[in-house]
T-cell receptor
């Protein structure tokens, strides 16, 4: 019940295209769903996050879509740029301790 | 503002040796975490702390120990290093109740 499943493992997108990464969770007690971006040799950094009371959140070119009934959420990167090339992790947490359960990551390569 | 600082950045240990990974944060966060990152596996929680003097096990605590004597510091101790502990270790901190977790730059540890 603690797992967060992420797909695809890797993704190649042309510059200007849309990148889509999907995650699914099992634990209905999760109430916070962030996406983290990680560049090589760096720690993960928060990109965008959503709570289950809304179905979509947009920040610039990045959008989270959230489907509570299906227990799924996804990250959409519009107009993908080479600078977006990184590893993306979805995560989920719930309860008082803020413990994040991470997906396995998606390596995104945006080709110029 | 330094955020979360980890030392060392790189370390090679021989089997059976011990070491302490240092982590300090200057954001006055109550919550601190240690994760390990292995290729294709995402980040797994080792230990966490919700305040000075309070620590608890995460998903993969075996072979590790922690202490939290101050709000700022959360060292991770490896007592008898094993090859299975070869990984990249990340320390993170956050304020309570599912807010952004800030990660350090990581420590790349190799046990040979």
């Amino acid at each position: 019940q603690q797992q967060v499943k992420q797909s695809p493992q890797s993704l190649i997108v042309q510059k200007g295209g849309i990148s889509i990464i999907n995650c699914a969770y099992e634990n209905t007690a999760f109430d916070y769903f962030p996406w983290y971006q990680q560049f090589p040799g760096k720690g993960p950094a928060l990109l965008i996050a959503i709570r289950p009371d809304v179905s979509e959140k947009k920040e610039g070119r990045f959008t989270i879509s959230f489907n509570k009934s299906a227990k799924q959420f996804s990250l959409h990167i519009m107009d993908s740029q080479p600078g977006d090339s990184a590893t993306y992790f979805c995560a989920a947490s719930g309860g008082a301790t803020n413990k994040l359960i991470f997906g396995t990551g998606t390596l995104l390569a945006v080709q110029p | 503002n330094a955020g979360v600082t980890q030392t060392p950045k790189f370390r090679i240990l021989k089997i059976g040796q011990s070491m302490t990974l240092q982590c300090t944060q200057d954001m006055n966060h109550n919550y601190m975490y240690w994760y390990r990152q292995d290729p294709g596996m995402g980040l797994k929680l080792i230990y966490y702390s919700v305040g000075a003097g309070i620590t608890d096990k995460g998903e993969v605590p075996n072979g590790y120990n922690v202490s939290r004597s101050t709000t700022e510091d959360f060292p991770l101790r490896l007592e008898l290093a094993a090859p299975s502990q070869t990984s990249v270790y990340f320390c993170a901190s956050s304020a309570p109740m599912n807010t952004e977790a800030f990660f350090g730059q990581g420590t790349r540890l190799t046990v040979v």
